[in-house]
């Protein structure tokens, strides 16, 4: 396995920039207003000195950690180096190559930059890696060297099964121990539970145990065919009065596209609502399909886990045990040096 480095990315604090990365095949990082650094000598001092006076509201402590960002982008990392971008969007990993020195285009997206670039190899679920990669890649700095988990990233370009690592999770500043990082590791945990040991169908039966502590009265198809519906929801005994519901879950982590939803959506009658429960997302053409439809709705794995999280209280002894949470109190507001 090549021992060439493994190099984290973030796209912004909101992904912001991740149009960018996949539309010109680059990864970029902000400070826009210090500049061409390649003007500028090449040592850490150097890149020190421009930031300070770019941005002399900034913290003293913050100026080391932002120029030795913007030197490694520009100096240390080298072609044939491997990049890891965590999507806020869809939630997979992205590895890629680097596959060009440094660049400075303040036309193309002028608040990125500073760009190298990037040809994408592969992209992975999340839930595949190890909680401590995950951990690990939340660094909270935009550009940082994957130190402990590197194999795992490794392993994708090679084709290789992910390792299982052992290392304890580093307390240094690859790690972001902030309230929005305990609650994606979090998610990450639920999905990856869901998706290892509910396949088929005892997620359908996890999914009606959650329709369950909403005040619902479920059905289950059995297992095996379901012609298109797994579990039916009402809320009086029988399953006589309206609202009736259909619902389709689907355990895979994958897109799930227009096929499927029409599928459902041809048992739904006129006075049923139809409900698509995935661990996964839904294609662009998927929720274009369920917009004009007032009487279908779409869960994807990012709101399932927001569901949990709001009724997991109400859970019983075995859905608890599945998912073992415990409440914990986190920073409501978090101070984070700007890009």
Known sequence: MSDNNVWGIHGGKTGDAESLFF???????????VGDL???KPD????KEVIAATYPEKKPGSVPVNAGQLFRFVHEVELGDLVVYPSKA????????????????????PTYPHRRAVK??????????????LYEIGSAMSLFLVKNYADEFRAVVVGK??????????EDETVAAVAEDVEESTTDYILKKLATDLKGHPFAEFVAHLLGTMGYRTRLSPEGPDGGVDIIAHKDELGFEPPIIKVQVKSS?????????????GKVGHTEFGLFVTLGTFTNQAKSFAKGKSNLRLIDGQEL????FEHYQQFDARHKGLLALRQAYVPDVIETEDD
């Open 161 to 170: 099964a992910i390792p299982v690592q052992t290392v304890p999770v580093s």
């Open 23 to 33: 539309k010109h095949d680059c990864v970029a990082l902000g400070w826009a207003s």
């Open 305 to 308: 886990v927001k569901l949990v």
């Open 120 to 133: 994408w190899l592969h992209s992975v679920p999340r839930t595949k890696f190890s909680q401590g990669a």
């Open 38 to 40: 390649s003007k500028l």
């Open 44 to 47: 850490r001092e150097a890149f």
């Open 90 to 109: 869809d939630r997979k990993i992205y590895v890629g190559k680097i596959a060009g020195g440094y660049l400075y285009d303040p036309t193309t997206e």
């Open 253 to 265: 982590e994958g897109s799930v596209g227009d096929p499927a939803l029409s599928a459902l959506y």
